[in-house]
Nanobody, 126 residues
Framework: QVRLVESGGGSVQPGGSLRLSCAAS????????MAWFLQAPGKEREGVAL???????IYANSVKGRFTISKDNAKNTAYLQMNSLEPEDTAMYYC????????????????????WGQGTQVTGSS
């Protein structure tokens, strides 16, 4: 059973930055991808960014140039560096894990992921 624990959320003024972390444990897969999704109140959960074991990354158009996904294989941790935050980025952010690779141009849908973290809240406030 894969366990994902997110941290790093908070409240930030527009234009500010946050870094989210997702620590993964309990997996034995040698091939996998980790991703970040966001879910605003009353809206569907949508993909923000993905990174696979080889370092290939995928971003949603809305965050390209502002967000950067990365991972530290030694720590089994994925990160989401969020810069130039906007009020529209306010949402619960979830980490997700899939035992496969993705090479498409946009983040895959939530149904592609088997394991999820509990979420961390990001609020852009003025």
């Amino acid at each position: 059973q894969v366990r994902l624990v997110e941290s790093g959320g908070g409240s930030v003024q527009p234009g500010g930055s946050l870094r989210l972390s997702c620590a993964a444990s309990g997996y034995t897969y040698s091939t996998y991808s980790m991703a970040w999704f966001l879910q605003a109140p009353g809206k569907e959960r949508e993909g923000v960014a993905l990174i696979n074991i080889g370092g290939y990354t995928i971003y949603a158009n809305s965050v390209k140039g502002r967000f950067t996904i990365s991972k530290d294989n030694a720590k089994n941790t994925a990160y989401l560096q969020m810069n130039s935050l906007e009020p529209e980025d306010t949402a619960m952010y979830y980490c997700a894990f899939a035992p496969r690779l993705f090479f498409q141009s946009t983040p895959p849908p939530r149904e592609s992921f088997t394991y999820w973290g509990q979420g961390t809240q990001v609020t852009g406030s003025s």
